[in-house]
């Protein structure tokens, strides 16, 4: 049976940064309470007409090319995680597949929002291990910009987010012990209504989009902030277990936690509880603010660029988002 790893990483970020000085011009917020409560300090925004959320992690994905070694007709597969495709149908994985000029190659559209991109790392690796396919592009992008409102209505949500994007090459291989150990996945839809972007809904009279719906602010994003954190630090530290166990390691034996980057607060109450030295969990979100199914491929490349990951790490990947949908992927470098 072969095994998988990841053998290329990239990633891309708007050029449009935005401070959390420069909310506080546009609703009733401050710099001093986005740091305290998130960890952010700045974001990038995307621009329109230079960047979709298909072409970003277009740009990713050949950075990860590149470091792969791999040409674009060596893929067999896109694997696409979003919840803000550039169209309501088709899905973003073949408007990436055009931008990279590949045909035919299946694509595979995942709607797991902050866990998306280990869901699509885990597609992949369940059909790298079948022997279906020997090469995957596994992407996770985002533009969430433009669904916030930068308005004192908007403002619990509109701090938070961010756009950007990551993408890996995920490859056979035959070296036992080596590359993705093992993939764990949950979900729960009790609470899916408080994490949500409801409109446009297809059950509703015209999507709901009628007259007097921007106004309303039913088009908005809604969180339901002190649940999702309750339930994210519960669910971060069982994926994490359940995967150490699996494996037979504890929490000792990680080199690197690389978490979804939903907040500061939630990263850190998850490293305390691992008992982790700071240097050895990745964070990142007071640069980029929360990218959702971007942000743990953002974050991992930018720890390998940094030299952080070293050959023969034991590297945990955990998320948790709207569904509520969590995770985790162990990796052996
Ligand atoms: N600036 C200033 N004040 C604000 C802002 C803002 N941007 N947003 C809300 N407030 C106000 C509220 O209106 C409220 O005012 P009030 O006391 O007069 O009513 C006050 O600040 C406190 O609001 P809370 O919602 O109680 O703030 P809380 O301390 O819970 O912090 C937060 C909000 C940061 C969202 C927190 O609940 C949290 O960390 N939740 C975890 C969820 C999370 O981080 N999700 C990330 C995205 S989802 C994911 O990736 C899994």
Redesign the pocket.
Known sequence: MPFSKITGLGHYVPENVVSNNQ??NL????DE??TE??GIKERRFFTEGKDTVSNMAARAAKVALERAGKKTEDVDAIIFATLSPDYYFPGAGVLMQRELGISKIPCFDVRS??AGFLYALSIADQYIKSGMYKTILVAGSEIQSNMLEMSDRG???????GDGAGACVVEAHEEKGKGILSTHLHSDGTHAEE?LLKLPSSSMFQRGLVDGIKESGEILPY???????QY?VKYFMEAINEALEFNNYTQSDVDLLIP????A??TEYVRKEMNMPPEKVISNIHKYG?T?AA?IPIAFTEAWEEGKVKDGDLIALA????G?VWGSVLIRW
Do not use: P
């Open positions: 909310l506080s609703m009733d917020t401050t309470w986005i409560r998130t929002q902050c403002r619990t949500m509109s701090v938070i987010f994490l969180m339901n902030g002190k649940l999702v954190f994210a979804h980057q939903a907040n607060r939630i929360n959702t942000s998320a948790f988002g709207s509520f």
